[in-house]
């Protein structure tokens, strides 16, 4: 028997397997549940997403266009310990784009660092940020209404400090842990 | 119909006794009437063409469950999309067609794939065999071992009779794509059946 006709025989003998197979169980039921459900037109979640998609790009827009245009927070006063910072901050003293540059990269070391480090490390090193974080909200919206208030100005540059070089010390940290090589 | 008339008593609903009235008994009434959301309406389709569909899934997936689940899919996305079948091609190949793409949408979903072909393996009474006889049997056994391109094509082409543009059509591949994974799965099967004695 050549190929040829082996493949004709093959193909004629799969055109009997049975083509009708009845399921073991009664599936009708299954279904008719799930179109109880009352068609929705296929528009509707088209149009909302659309709609979701327009508010996100709108928001984000917005977001930017607001965070652009707001103007640094600037530092008015220093007292005399405050040097690192008025370097830091630029010769304007404000937040300068070093500051924000250097936050950016410890950040972007920060989160390849954290994924080294276990997770309760990692839990603890986020709360810490967490709560600079929050502080910082808070100086600023207190700075908001006293501007002038030294003290309060103090304690922001203090919380940028701190949050920096907790992000500086993350960011460094499984880059210098000693390595036994002769073991 | 014959699938209708053929169905266990236990599976005719008060319902469907009541569609059993002449003019409405078609298909295409049915058909009509469920694009008017006529929920019983729907379920003789279903009742028509389950078998069909569940072979289909049977076949190209190997796998009770995953079949069951397919036709299921299968009658629910039909459901869905009712308003959208114009009768350009017969139901049941629009039917198959939601079929086929709920068995691909499922298979590149889970990754079930590998275990069907070990239990394929280990069990030489595949599920879809039970429904053959005789030789038929062994190769019904010997295509669900077929690897799952060649299975598809070598189903849909060899054993529900689809042209290589119509399978093509409804696997997302080529016709000479189509033409090529039957004569993988011819190859392959010859070379089965022959070790396990089945042809000379």
Redesign the interface.
């Known amino acids: 028997?050549n190929?040829i006709d082996?493949?004709d025989k093959?193909?004629s003998?799969?055109?009997?397997?049975?083509?009708?197979?009845?399921?073991?169980?009664?599936?009708?039921p299954?279904?008719?549940q799930?179109?109880?459900t009352p068609?929705r037109s296929r528009w509707t979640p088209m149009l909302a997403q659309a709609a979701a998609v327009v508010l996100l790009i709108g928001a984000s827009s917005g977001i930017t266009y607001f965070t652009m245009k707001e103007e640094p927070v600037v530092i008015q006063q220093f007292s005399a310990e405050l040097r690192f910072e008025q370097t830091a901050f630029g010769a304007e003293q404000t937040l300068g784009s070093v500051y924000r540059g250097a936050q950016g990269d410890y950040r972007t070391d920060l989160d390849a660092e954290l994924e080294k480090l276990s997770p309760e490390v990692r839990a603890d090193i986020e709360n810490n940020l967490a709560l600079i974080k929050d502080a910082i909200a808070e100086i600023n919206v207190a700075l908001e209404k006293n501007p002038d208030n030294v003290l309060l100005q103090e304690l922001l540059v203090r919380s940028y400090r701190e949050q920096h070089t907790l992000l500086r010390r993350v960011g460094a940290l499984t880059k210098h842990v000693m390595v036994r090589k002769d073991i | 119909m014959e699938a209708l008339l053929t169905a266990p008593a236990s599976d005719y609903s008060p319902q469907m006794v009541a569609l059993n009235k002449p003019g409405i008994t078609d298909e295409a009434g049915w058909i009509a009437r469920a694009q008017r959301s006529d929920a019983r309406a729907f379920e003789s389709l279903y009742r028509m063409h389950i078998d069909k569909v569940y072979g289909l899934c049977l076949r190209m997936t190997g796998i009770v469950a995953e079949a069951e689940d397919c036709a299921q899919e299968t009658f629910i996305q039909a459901w869905n999309k009712l308003d959208r079948f114009r009768g350009d091609s017969a139901f049941a190949t629009w039917l198959h067609r939601i079929a086929v793409n709920a068995v691909l949408g499922r298979m590149r979903k889970s990754k079930r794939e590998r275990d069907r072909i070990q239990v394929a393996t280990e069990s030489s009474t595949a599920a879809a065999s039970v429904a053959d006889t005789g030789e038929l049997r062994d190769l019904s056994d010997a295509v669900d071992k077929l690897p799952e391109g060649a299975r598809h094509v070598f189903v849909l082409y060899a054993v529900y009779g689809y042209s290589h543009k119509e399978a093509g059509d409804m696997l997302g591949i080529a016709p000479g794509t189509s033409k090529a994974q039957l004569h993988r799965a011819r190859r392959l099967l010859a070379q089965q059946l022959k070790e396990e004695g089945f042809v000379e």
């Open positions: 028997m190929d082996r493949d093959l193909i003998a799969a055109s009997g397997l049975t083509t009708g197979i009845s399921p073991e169980r009664d599936l009708w299954g279904i008719e799930a179109i109880a068609k």
